[in-house]
């Protein structure tokens, strides 16, 4: 698979305690960001989202991508970042995150729960959901959720010279198996376009290999799911597309050994 052999024994598998602690996160956020609406609006241009993975803050607006089904560029900006962390301060003047910017409207924001409300009026149906009315319960919630994966996601580690052209990552926000390969990703300042892949249909809710044991296919109102169930036969969460090296790959565990030895330093 493209430039770098995958081994069948993963390398860098995920210790249980990863995928514990992560499911915490979601747990304790109401498994938030699962649900995606088929009916939002979509615009033209990708929005752009100047981002800390493992922010409390940064993860309401990302849960609302979900929920809205919008596409977006995720542009990490991890502490000691020097990548994306010193243009996002350019362009907004403060190390504030997450920082929008939407060239749809040339609209620029900080502040989440302005940009939750920005996306709900935009996109989706301009009332904004009862939940996120209740703004300092969110943040809470979302803060303790942070506690759970301590300070993965959050520091910048070494890595080699940034790739010419985006990844391509299909996730939805509560999934524990795509977590840790987002926070990786924002460790290694690698820009990625979020693929939406939220939750329409019953059957989406068995597990793949359920769905493959029955001969299951979900026909999913989203067009990324549609997507990728048409460029690879089957569906799954998360899926990474690298376009440099023309590289497809699912399974969490499979992603992480590909991003380390393909760009970490």
């Known amino acids: 698979i493209g430039t770098i052999p995958i081994c069948h ?7 249980m305690i990863n995928l514990f602690t992560s499911a915490l996160t979601s747990s304790l956020r ?3 960001g699962i649900r995606s609406s088929a009916e939002s609006k979509q615009p033209e241009k990708l929005l752009r989202l100047y981002d800390i993975e493992n922010c409390p803050y940064c993860r309401l607006v990302r849960e609302a991508l979900t929920e809205l089904n919008l596409d977006a560029l995720i542009l990490p900006c991890p502490k000691a970042g020097v990548r994306y962390r010193p243009e996002a301060i350019r362009l907004g003047g403060k190390a504030q ?14 502040e989440s729960l302005d940009i939750v409300r920005y996306l709900y009026e935009t996109y989706g149906s301009g009332e904004l959901p009862l939940k996120w009315r209740l703004g ?4 809470f919630s979302s803060s303790l959720a942070s ?3 301590l300070s993965r996601g959050i520091k910048a580690r070494p ?9 391509e990552l299909f996730s939805f926000e509560a999934s524990p198996f795509a977590r840790p390969v987002r926070e990786l990703l924002c460790q290694l300042e690698l820009s990625y376009v979020l693929r ?3 939750r329409t249909e019953l059957a989406e809710w068995l597990p793949p290999t359920l769905r493959e044991a029955f001969d299951i296919e979900p026909e999913s109102k989203l067009a990324n799911r549609r997507d990728l169930q048409a460029r690879e036969g089957k569906m799954g ?11 497809g790959l699912f399974e969490s565990e499979q992603i992480i050994e590909y991003l380390i030895l393909e760009y970490a330093a």
Not at 159 to 167: C, D, F, G, N
């Open 97 to 110: 995150f997450p920082f929008l910017i939407d060239d749809n409207t040339d609209t620029e924001m900080y």
């Open 136 to 139: 300092g319960l969110q943040t």
């Open 30 to 32: 109401g498994f938030a």
């Open 159 to 167: 890595s080699r010279e940034a790739p010419a052209s985006p990844l």
């Open 196 to 198: 939406s892949c939220g």
């Open 237 to 247: 969460i998360p899926y990474l597309y690298d376009v440099n090296t023309d590289t």
């Open 9 to 15: 024994r993963p390398l860098f598998g995920l210790p």
């Open 147 to 149: 506690g759970a994966r």
